[in-house]
């Protein structure tokens, strides 16, 4: 069963950046599916992005094309967000969740079977 701790997280101001990691132990997330997920206060969690296992192929959410960047490192175990130009709207908790039965990542939180803890992001002037 694999084990997921995100960390990265902090106090950043608008227009800047920061990259997330999504470390894991008891597996190996070569064959994993990834998702990034973010949640802020009173609202929903909600799909960032996402990283398939079969191919690599990449998803994102219209409010971070462009400025957000999934990748892994398989040598590392470990799956990063590089979160540019941040936002205000951005502010949210953000976790990590893996499966490995999905080949093909989505953007849906069902599927997900394995789920960091979170980590803060607070984009704040």
């Known amino acids: 069963q694999v084990q997921l701790v995100e960390s990265g997280g902090g106090l950043v101001q608008p227009g800047g950046s920061l990259r997330l990691s999504c470390a894991a132990s008891?597996?190996?997330?070569?064959?994993?599916?990834i998702g990034w997920f973010r949640q802020a206060p009173g609202k929903e969690r909600e799909g960032v992005s996402c990283?398939?296992?079969?191919?690599?192929?990449?998803y994102y959410a219209d409010s971070v094309k462009g400025r957000f960047t999934i990748s892994r490192d398989n040598a590392k175990n470990t799956v990063y967000l590089q979160m540019n130009d941040l936002k205000p709207t951005d502010t949210a908790v953000y976790y990590c969740?893996?499966?490995?039965?999905?080949?093909?990542?989505?953007?849906?939180?069902?599927?997900?079977?394995?789920w960091g803890q979170g980590t803060q992001v607070t984009v704040s002037s």
């Open positions: 969740a893996a499966d490995p039965t999905l080949g093909m990542c989505v953007m849906t939180l069902g599927p997900y079977d394995y």
């Open positions: 990283i398939s296992s079969s191919d690599g192929s990449t």
């Open positions: 008891g597996d190996t997330l070569d064959y994993y599916a």
